[in-house]
Nanobody, 123 residues
Framework: QLQLVESGGGLVQPGGSLRLSCAASGFTLGVYYIGWFRQAPGKEREAVSC????????DYADSLKGRFTISRDNAKNTAYLQMNSLKPEDTAVYYC????????????????WGQGTQVTVSS
């Protein structure tokens, strides 16, 4: 059974850091592009970052460049999202998803979503 499971979310103060994980089971993550998305209450799901199967190519939302870093460990069938200098506006449920060909900003282009992990940035 193909499954993605996100973890690592939680409550963090502004300026803090979190590392999210996206663990795959039932399939080989290493052949897929992996996208991270987030959805805040009352807002549409938005693209955060994407990484190629090899890990050599990455994309980021312009507003997040320099604070977030996407990576992957294909041997562990896991992808990561390192989030630094977190702001209250980063509060959202964060999701990972996979796609067979190239990165995309549209959630509609991705299949096999995880259940999400809540990130709350608040003092």
């Amino acid at each position: 059974q193909l499954q993605l499971v996100e973890s690592g979310g939680g409550l963090v103060q502004p300026g803090g850091s979190l590392r999210l994980s996206c663990a795959a089971s039932g399939f080989t993550l290493g052949v897929y592009y992996i996208g991270w998305f987030r959805q805040a209450p009352g807002k549409e799901r938005e693209a955060v970052s994407c990484i190629s199967p090899s890990g050599r190519s990455t994309d980021y939302a312009d507003s997040l460049k320099g604070r977030f870093t996407i990576s992957r460990d294909n041997a562990k069938n896991t992808a990561y999202l390192q989030m630094n200098s977190l702001k209250p506006e980063d509060t959202a449920v964060y999701y990972c998803a996979v796609r067979g060909v190239r990165c995309s900003d549209s959630p509609l282009d991705f299949g096999s979503w995880g259940q999400g992990t809540q990130v709350t940035v608040s003092s």
